[in-house]
């Protein structure tokens, strides 16, 4: 039997995955997802893996970067699952002035031994 995880640990592993492929190869973060799997992004609910990538690779722009400013993480229920909190910054391509955002995941294990993303809510951060 695998040793118990420390949730922090996978949180920042999770989190460093998830936002290097956003980044570079957003059509890739289709494998961190399945067809249960919602994300809500800026209030427009969108449920399974093909609509969620749809979605993702539809933004407005090619290029950004992620900059990470905080992780929080808790366990979540009976089954294993974590919830991930993120904040940070969102660096555009040809923009001066980088976007504040706020992003939400409840992840849960695979049978595998992994986590996918059960639920994932997306907010920009207006001052």
Do not use: W
Not at 9 to 22: G, I, L, R, W
């Amino acid at each position: 039997m695998a040793a118990q995880m420390d949730p922090d640990a996978v949180a920042k592993a999770f989190v460093e995955h998830y936002y290097s492929t956003f980044d570079n190869t957003r059509v890739g973060l289709g494998g961190l997802y399945q067809e249960a799997s919602m994300l809500t992004f800026e209030g427009q609910k969108i449920q399974g893996v093909q609509s969620i990538v749809a979605k993702l690779t539809s933004l407005p722009f090619q290029q950004c970067k992620h900059n990470i400013s905080t992780v929080d993480c808790q366990p979540s229920g009976p089954a294993s699952g974590m919830l991930v909190f993120v904040s940070g910054n969102l660096q555009l391509a040809g923009e001066e002035h980088a976007l504040k955002f706020s992003q939400m995941f409840h992840l849960m294990p695979t049978p595998q031994g992994s986590f996918y993303v059960f639920n994932d809510i997306f907010r920009l951060n207006y001052a």
